[in-house]
């Protein structure tokens, strides 16, 4: 049996720019933070003749052309796979539709399961730009590439991503004390919101593809502000690079209407009164996770639990999208 994992990721600054509307005019820049919560894909061969695939539903199929599963259609097909003989089923750490990219974490999981059953290595890169080409170009979901990139790679890592399409990618420069720290002073806080990116994504891809000046200055602001946090980090400025986040938080809520809802403000009020040095909602927006820097992390648990919302604690991970058994 084969069985791969893929991680989650938080984004650290820059977030948004990575969607083609805007980085093929403008370049984009972010960097984000693999965590070791993730999305799991076991594969291996069966009796039967049939594709059988687990997730949310199951699907019993002749060929994989049949599937119902977008993503998993289009990875057999890029593989030259028919999926005869062969199971597969996932499971994940955090639900979908919570902003830490699941998607991505899904895709390259299932690439990487793929390879792994032609007997087949694959760089982090290609991996990341096989999912991009799948997630984007084949099923022309309104998405950055982020998710897929700092999956495959993780780490704390900076991307820059260029008007022809390519995306460099370097680990962040941060030493060891500030890593402990960070890791040890970033809480995530679940809002019990679930919901999809894709209309939240698409109001900012077509603001940004029709050059609403307002759109593309709001993610030129993004942007230097994702350089702004690679500063703050790298010299080890950690109540700066919170700063930053409410920052980046008070722009994106302006990218649309569905960012923000009531119950998001109040909590955000309620954690910059209880200990909060910064913080944002994590991913599109609109519900999934919240995510604040704080040196009084007790005092934060204790308002943000009591109001009902649910702790997830994490670390880094390093290793990316991997296999772990074979």
């Not at 955090?94 to 760089?123: D, M, Q, V």
């Not at 060891?176 to 939240?200: P, V, W």
């Not at 008070?250 to 990218?255: H, I, T, V, Y």
């Amino acid at each position: 049996m084969i069985i791969t994992r893929s991680p989650l990721r938080i984004s650290l600054g820059g977030g948004g720019t990575d969607l083609p509307s805007y980085y093929r005019n403008h370049s984009g820049f972010l960097i984000a933070a693999a965590i070791d919560k993730y999305v799991y894909l076991t594969l291996h061969q069966t009796f039967v003749a049939d594709l059988i695939v687990k997730y949310s539903k199951l699907e019993r199929v002749a060929s994989a052309s049949e599937l119902q599963h977008p993503i998993i259609r289009e990875a057999m097909k890029l593989l030259d796979l028919d999926g005869k003989y062969l199971e597969l089923a996932s499971m994940a750490d955090i639900p979908a539709g919570t902003g830490l990219g699941s998607s991505g974490s899904f895709t390259t999981a299932l690439l990487k399961a793929l390879h792994a059953h032609k007997k087949g290595l694959i760089h982090p890169r290609d991996l990341a730009e096989q999912a991009c080409h799948i997630e984007i170009d084949l099923l022309k979901e309104p998405i950055g590439k982020q998710d897929q990139y700092i999956a495959a790679y993780g780490g704390l890592t900076c991307f820059q991503f260029l008007p022809n399409g390519d995306v460099q990618a370097e680990p962040l420069k941060i030493d060891q004390e500030t890593l402990y720290n960070l890791e040890d002073n970033l809480l995530l806080f679940f809002t019990g919101y679930s919901r999809s990116a894709s209309g939240i994504l698409k109001d900012q891809d077509d603001k940004t593809k029709s050059n609403a000046q307002e759109m593309i200055d709001n993610l030129h602001f993004t942007k230097d502000l994702g350089y702004q946090s690679k500063e703050a980090l790298e010299t080890g400025d950690l109540r700066r690079f919170a700063e930053l986040m409410k920052v980046h938080w008070e722009r994106k809520r302006k990218r649309s209407g569905g960012m923000s809802n009531a119950d998001i403000d109040k909590w955000y009020d309620l954690a910059l009164a209880n200990g909060a040095l910064g913080g944002k909602i994590i991913g599109a927006g609109g519900g999934g996770f919240l995510m604040f820097y704080s040196e009084e992390k007790a005092k934060l648990r204790h308002a943000l639990t009591n109001a009902g919302l649910k702790e997830v604690r994490f670390r880094f991970d390093f290793a990316g999208t991997s296999v772990v058994n074979q």
